[in-house]
T-cell receptor
Framework: NAGVTQTPKFRILKIGQSMTLQCTQD?????MYWYRQDPGMGLKLIYY???????DKGEVPNGYNVSRSTTEDFPLRLELAAPSQTSVYFC???????????FGSGTRLTVV | QQQVKQSPQSLIVQKGGISIINCAYENTAFDYFPWYQQFPGKGPALLIAIRPDVSEKKEGRFTISFNKSAKQFSLHIMDSQPGDSATYFC????????????FGQGTTLQVKP
């Protein structure tokens, strides 16, 4: 049972480039989330989804986009990368029945 | 009103001592308060959680104390061990709000041997 899998683990982007952070879970969880973690700031919610075909903005959505075509996958798209998007990105999922998130191991992104 | 404030930012404790991390919230609609533990290079992992209908929950050496009237909750780590050295996050959510967790700023704990 793999849980929540994020790829890539590390990435360096140049300003203005685009990329997709992949997230997939094999637990049949309906709820999925993208957070970014910056030092001393905790984790900030970027986007979330309560099921396939349904997405909504979190606290810091600007510069990002998501899609949820299947229950398993929840990719995060960065368009026109900026240095402010340098961060560690975590994907998480949970069932409807309980509130415990399962997190992936993260993607460390540097924009130069 | 959606914020969760966590303190201290960092904490150094001797092996065998008690580590205490505090969190405060404003939104009285929050009804789930988990603590997450994160080791370097890893994602956060659920450590222990509490709901506001109880004032304390204990799991092994980890205890959550909850004060509903003060809108505060804290994590106590008894007999702290070097293996407990990690970053700890408190969080809060509302069951009616799609389960979104609002996280505190995090506390980096170092337990010295």
């Amino acid at each position: 049972n793999a849980g929540v899998t994020q790829t890539p683990k590390f990435r360096i982007l140049k300003i203005g480039q685009s990329m997709t952070l992949q997230c997939t879970q094999d637990m049949n969880h309906n709820y999925m989330y993208w957070y970014r973690q910056d030092p001393g700031m905790g984790l900030k919610l970027i986007y979330y989804s309560v099921g396939a075909g349904i997405t909504d903005k979190g606290e810091v959505p600007n510069g990002y986009n998501v899609s949820r075509s299947t229950t398993e996958d929840f990719p995060l798209r960065l368009e026109l990368a900026a240095p402010s998007q340098t961060s560690v990105y975590f994907c998480a999922s949970k069932t409807n029945a309980n509130y415990g998130y399962t997190f992936g191991s993260g993607t460390r992104l540097t924009v130069v | 009103q959606q914020q969760v404030k966590q303190s201290p930012q960092s904490l150094i404790v001797q092996k065998g001592g008690i580590s205490i991390i505090n969190c405060a919230y404003e939104n009285t609609a929050f009804d789930y308060f988990p603590w997450y533990q994160q080791f370097p290079g890893k994602g956060p992992a659920l450590l222990i959680a509490i709901r506001p209908d109880v004032s304390e929950k204990k799991e092994g050496r980890f205890t959550i104390s909850f004060n509903k009237s003060a809108k505060q909750f804290s994590l106590h780590i008894m007999d702290s061990q070097p293996g407990d050295s990690a970053t700890y996050f408190c969080a809060a959510s509302m069951s009616s709000n799609t389960g979104k967790l609002i996280f505190g700023q995090g506390t980096t704990l170092q337990v010295k041997p």
